[in-house]
Structure formats: structure tokens, C-alpha cells
């Protein structure tokens, strides 16, 4: 394999991980952002969600399933503290969800119903764009 292969590789190796955390902050942000009204009482949507992330546009990686948890209508992620999430669930289950990571920010919003949801999203690292759907589906 010549020199110029190999970097060809480690330049598209360094691209992917750049994707997959975009991918992974905008699933924290549709996980995590909720309006001040709805952050202080028990929300219909609290629980455990399981959410795909669909890429349609861009070159991230096609789909990604990550649990994510719901508590007083604010969205978290219980993975890698280093992901920088606001957003949430309002009372009548709009999503609306921005997350950071390094470079990379996502944004995301959509609707759930009581056991399920979907949405749309876009991110962005400091060398790609993707954006795509969601679907999520409850777990408790």
C-alpha cells in the first residue's frame, strides 16, 4: 500500500469518528432538552427510550441505537460525560435538542407520543455535515 493510501485511510478513519460523535451528540440532544416549565414536575414522557438515529444526507455512519432517559421532561445520556446537552420534552411530548461534542454540534427535534416518537436532525463537525431522522420507542 503506498504513503499516499495509507493517509487516504487515516484521513477517512479521523472523518468517521468525526461523524459518529456528531451522530452521538445529536442523539444526547434529542434526549436532553427540555423548557424550564417542564423541568420542575413528572413529565408523561419520563422513562427509558430507545432511540435510532438515521443518517439520510452526509457521509456519518447509516444508523445508530443509543438508550436514553427521560426525567421530568429533560433528556439525558448515561454514556460519555464529555457530551454537552440541552433540550427536552415538553407536556404535549415536542422534542426540541442541541448537543455539543469537541467540534462537533447536532440539533434535533421532533414529537413523542406515550410509547413512541421520531424526528428529524442535522450535525455538523468541523469537516462534514450529515442529517437525517429519528425514531424512538419507550423501554419501561
Given at each position: 500500500m503506498s504513503a499516499f493510501s495509507l493517509m487516504k485511510n487515516r484521513e477517512l478513519s479521523m472523518l468517521a469518528t468525526s461523524l459518529q460523535?456528531?451522530?452521538?451528540?445529536?442523539?444526547v440532544l434529542l434526549a436532553a432538552s427540555a423548557p424550564g416549565?417542564?423541568?420542575s414536575a413528572q413529565s408523561s414522557f419520563d422513562g427509558r427510550w430507545s432511540v435510532v438515529i438515521i443518517t439520510d444526507a452526509g457521509t456519518c455512519d447509516r444508523s445508530y441505537r443509543y438508550g436514553l432517559v427521560v426525567s421530568h421532561g429533560r433528556i439525558s445520556y448515561e454514556g460519555d460525560s464529555s457530551i454537552a446537552i440541552s433540550g427536552g420534552v415538553d407536556p404535549r411530548g415536542r422534542v426540541s435538542v442541541s448537543l455539543r461534542y469537541g467540534q462537533s454540534a447536532a440539533q434535533g427535534n421532533g414529537r413523542l407520543s406515550r410509547?413512541?416518537?421520531?424526528?428529524?436532525?442535522?450535525?455538523?463537525?468541523?469537516?462534514?455535515?450529515?442529517?437525517?431522522?429519528w425514531v424512538a420507542e419507550r423501554r419501561d
Open positions: 460523535r456528531t451522530v452521538l451528540s445529536t442523539l416549565w417542564a423541568r410509547s413512541n416518537g421520531a424526528g428529524r436532525w442535522q450535525g455538523a463537525s468541523s469537516n462534514s455535515r450529515c442529517s437525517g431522522r
